[in-house]
């Protein structure tokens, strides 16, 4: 007599796989939440990069770095505080790529030439052509420093001319994840930085004498030169880097190596930290900010900040917004102790 042959039964078979079915369920939050972390360190690591290059520029300048150079984009680009010769439309971003292993690429570049061709007044002349420099090489290069893991968005601008690229070229520009805490001038205008230097601070009505006058102005904006001595509230105590996202709904986040159009840098207490949707986008997408110069960032619950000093805080998205503008502001007497 033949051995009788054992089998599963229907009803064990679909036992089995329920119970797979569960294990899986169980374990892909735990999963993702594991590649997630990673994800997030390694963007943390970027980060202390970042922080450490704005020191060792600040060692070799004597002054951190702009948020970018000359711009041609803005309003009134012939009424500043400062008149320009040319637009650079530099991001600052590019001056420091010696302080982040990335000398080849620095040596490429010509700084008296424009990194896009982006000019919205002829006021201003634009100084050469980013393509025939080569400069419009090296801006379409992503850089994995400036890239944060979590971001699932697409990493390049739209090539050729227009409002966000290089222009004159089939080169995309590299965005980044990574940008300086600027202020937004209210009418887009020029030299916001050296514009709004001062505010008169708030007082009671029984106050005696003139109200105290305090900087408001961030660490960085268009032709910025900061010093230590300048950040009155103290460089652990004011942000000077945060994360962004490359996808927003109107329009595109800024290159790492220029300027185009509102590409200013980040405002933190003006826009807040991850917001997605406004008047103009009710239902973005998952990934999308809702508008660019806004701080965020798609790890869970908020975002990285590197404050002058070159520290790295994850700070919450539920961070209230007077303590966001005192974080900003690196004159207003206002000190905020981050974790």
């Known amino acids: 007599m033949l051995p009788r042959r054992h089998a599963f039964t229907l009803v064990e078979l679909l036992v089995v ?31 202390k990069q970042l922080g450490l290059a704005l020191h060792n520029y600040y060692s070799a300048k004597t002054h951190f770095p702009p948020a970018g150079a000359n711009y041609g984009w803005c309003n009134g680009a012939n009424s500043r505080v400062e008149p320009i010769e040319f ?13 982040i292993e990335g000398n080849t690429l620095y040596e490429q570049v010509d700084f008296n030439k424009a990194s896009s061709n982006f000019l919205r007044f002829n006021s201003v002349p634009l100084a050469g052509d980013a393509v025939d420099s080569g400069n419009a090489e090296v ?12 971001d699932i968005g697409d990493p390049f601008l739209p090539a050729g001319g227009g409002h966000y690229g290089i222009g004159g070229t089939s080169l995309q520009g590299a965005k980044s994840n990574y940008d300086f805490s600027v202020l937004q001038d209210s009418s887009w205008g020029c030299d916001a930085w050296r514009k709004n ?42 942000v000077a880097l945060m994360e962004t996202l490359f996808d927003v709904s109107n329009g595109y986040t800024s290159a790492w190596g220029y300027r ?23 239902e973005p997408r998952p990934s999308q900010l809702a508008s660019a110069g806004f701080p965020g960032s798609l790890h869970p619950g908020g975002l990285h900040f590197v404050m002058g000093d070159g520290s790295v805080h994850f700070v919450s998205e539920d961070m209230d917004r007077i303590t966001q503008a005192l974080l900003s502001r690196m004159g207003d007497g206002g000190v905020v102790e981050l974790p």
Request: charged content about 15%.
């Open 17 to 47: 796989i329920a119970i797979i079915g569960v294990l899986v369920a169980l374990l892909l939050p735990a999963v993702q939440a594991a590649r997630e972390a990673a994800r997030r360190a390694h963007c943390q690591n970027n980060l």
């Open 87 to 99: 637009v650079l439309n530099h991001h600052g971003l590019l001056h420091m790529l010696p302080y």
């Open 139 to 150: 801006v379409s290069k992503q850089l994995p420093v400036f890239s944060c893991p979590s």
């Open 197 to 238: 230097v001062t505010t008169t601070r708030a007082v009671p009505d029984d106050y005696v004498g003139d109200p105290p006058v305090l900087p408001v102005r961030p660490m960085f904006g268009e032709n910025s030169d900061t010093t230590i001595a300048m950040v009155e509230d103290g460089t652990t105590h004011t």
């Open 260 to 282: 185009g159009w509102i590409m200013i840098g980040i405002d933190l207490p003006t826009n807040g930290i991850n917001r997605w949707n406004d008047s103009w986008v009710p």
